[in-house]
């Protein structure tokens, strides 16, 4: 077993010791943890407690439907047929003819005009979130969220020097203006 220490120098090194550079921000992240996270690992022990049918995962959108058949069936064909360069780099912004059909889908369903230059793919919300963030956000500008929240959102907006202005929100999940 070996303790993990952050340290600056290497002075500090001791046998059995893993020294570990980080930012004091982070380190004081890392004491701190994600409530989210930590209530995803205590939904893990008690999974393997009590069973998988018996404790349901709410805490991070994790799926529990498999994928369909059909997206499978797909997956097999191309690692089988693989199409040339399907493993390079891609846009900054995604695959074009990916965001003409998320552009098509968001017309058809908003009326409103969308091309694949309004659309930005990312990885999940949280990465959508740390992009638009780094964007728009100047260091002490405020981020609000509406209460209940996703509390990593606070974390994103530190990403970028935002600070996070949590409004209390009424039965109807509206905005407390009086707060």
């Known amino acids: 077993m070996y303790n993990i220490v952050n340290v600056f120098n290497m002075e500090d090194y ?8 980080l930012s004091d921000k982070i380190a ?4 701190k943890g994600s409530f989210i996270r930590k209530m995803f690992e205590e939904g893990d022990r008690l999974r393997k407690i009590h069973g998988a049918d018996k404790v349901f995962d709410f805490t991070i ?3 529990t439907v498999e994928p369909p058949q059909k997206f499978r069936d797909e997956l097999k064909k191309l690692a089988i047929n693989p199409e040339p360069g399907m493993h390079r780099y891609m846009s900054n912004a995604g695959y074009l003819e990916t965001r003409a059909a998320v552009a098509e889908v968001l017309a058809e369903q908003s009326s409103l005009s ?3 230059n309004h659309i930005v793919m990312t990885v999940g919300a949280g990465g959508g979130l740390n992009v638009a963030f780094k964007t728009i956000l100047n260091p002490g500008d405020e981020v609000i969220a509406l209460s209940p929240y996703f509390v990593e959102y606070g974390f994103y907006a530190d990403n970028h020097g935002g600070i996070l202005k949590v409004v209390p929100t009424g039965k109807d999940f509206l905005p407390d203006l009086a707060a």
């Open 14 to 21: 001791v046998k059995g010791v893993i020294i570990v550079v």
């Open 28 to 31: 004081s992240f890392l004491t």
């Open 61 to 63: 959108g994790n799926p």
């Open 114 to 116: 969308f091309s694949p």
